[in-house]
């Protein structure tokens, strides 16, 4: 039985996957919990270093997919493998490079019980951001301060995948979002929003990875740019209906 699921997509985290894999151990000893590392066809190997780490452990599940599908689409893939067991009660999402605090993981799940979805943020009270340069946090903070007044969200942060789910709220998102990349990340708080769910930001440090390589490319920052823009009109003119 396990009631929590930590959620991992990766795609070429070797380097990163047995260090953040030994932490979450450790962290979690008490709890009753699995890791589900949902692989992109990782050409490093990642996928065969977490099922080594699996006969180490016992709570390792390893979800191989073709090609690379998309972050939206790996969180979503991976809350439907939770959310098969009926002993879940939470599912965690977090990043394998370590820009998500290990740490944090017992903090978000205590604030957890009380609420449908916690979602870590730089920007409130409390929430940092370490090893980024100006240019990229005055990129980042305005697109979230974008996201909050087009969309009012309420929300000081929204782009970085670092949450706990209910198992109310991750059905809801895994049934009606179904945007495969860096979109999912908005839709799904617009889609929890929608439902009623019960929503509060937790601050969190934000580290610039140092293994491995961003997977973020311009075309999908002009991808989620787009899906802002078009998700903003839509909104709007449902509402004038």
Known sequence: MSDICIVVPTYNEAENVPKLVKELEDILRKEEFKIIIIDDDSPDGTAEIAEKLNMQYGNIVIHRRH?????????????????????????VTMDADFSHDPKDVPRLLREAGRLDLVQGSRYVRGGKIVGWGVSRKMISYGANLLCRAL??????????????????????????????????????????????????????TFVDRTGGKSKLKSLDILKWFLFISKTFLTRSLNKLK
Do not use: Q, W
């Open 67 to 91: 090609g690379k599908l998309g972050i939206g689409s790996a969180i979503r893939d991976g809350m439907k493998i939770a959310l098969s067991s009926p002993d879940t009660k939470f599912i």
């Open 151 to 204: 969309l009012r969200t309420h929300l000081g942060e929204h782009t970085t995948y670092y949450r706990v789910y209910s198992r109310k709220c991750a059905e809801i998102v895994a049934k009606n979002v179904h945007h495969d990349g860096y979109e999912f990340a908005i839709a799904s708080i617009l889609t929890a929003k929608d439902h009623d769910v019960k929503i509060r930001e937790v601050p969190i």
